[in-house]
């Protein structure tokens, strides 16, 4: 399981802005490390820290592609998470739209792979984003021949004047990775620290693991 893509926005608006004659592919990439690697509130890297890297090409249609890798903990038998991507991202009647594929691969894992389809759409209202959003895996192998579905709204408070960006989550997932159901939360706090470096530290909870608070330092570019 992995994290959703809130650069794609911006990619497409710094992609929209240039004439497609002369940049019709931007390119973007990040690096960082988290204290722990919690992932729709589970706890992926068994409380230790975690380094992640991504890279990402958007194109002026608002296609776009990548690849994410992360190390976690053992994973029936893997100790790395990559996850390949390719999705569409633009506005549609004043609302932001994501629609996506992603292929979730753990090297060394047996039986573990699995690919699921994410879909999200938000909507700025002065300093507040608000948006939503669902994963859906289709029962295969790597979901233990189950559905799962994982839901999600988000707020994100960011005014220009504030040095930092406040952000809040709630989730719900039923299927082959929580057949009991299982509920997650998060607040956090985000801020720039110059050449494109920055901040956050994060509360992130369920209701089937223990909570914890996760710092983050990400470089992107």
Request: proline residues 5%.
């Amino acid at each position: 399981m992995r994290r959703l893509h809130p650069c794609v926005p911006a990619l497409l608006c710094m992609v929209a802005g240039a004439p497609v004659h002369a940049q019709s592919w931007s390119w973007e990439t990040a690096v960082g490390a988290v204290s722990e690697y919690r992932d729709r509130g589970w706890d992926l890297s068994a409380g230790r820290a975690s380094a992640y890297g991504e890279i990402t090409a958007s194109h002026a249609s608002g296609v776009y592609g990548g690849v994410w890798a992360a190390d976690i903990a053992d994973y029936e038998g893997a100790e790395v998470e990559l996850t390949g991507y390719i999705g569409w991202a633009g506005a549609l009647g004043g609302w932001d739209v994501d629609l996506g594929v992603w292929q979730n691969v753990y090297p060394d894992g047996v039986d573990v792979d699995y690919v699921e389809f994410p879909v999200q759409v938000g909507r700025a209202f002065g300093p507040a984003t608000l948006s939503a959003g669902a994963i859906l895996a289709p029962a295969q192998t790597g979901t233990a021949d189950d559905e799962n579905l994982w839901v999600w709204t988000r707020l994100d408070w960011a005014p220009e004047a504030w040095p930092v960006a406040l952000q809040a989550r709630l989730g719900h997932e039923d299927g082959g990775f929580a057949p009991d159901g299982k509920t997650d939360w998060l607040v956090g706090v985000q801020a720039p620290v110059g050449d494109g470096f920055s901040l956050g530290v994060d509360w992130v909870d369920s209701d089937v693991d223990d909570g914890a608070v996760v710092a983050r330092l990400e470089w992107r570019r």
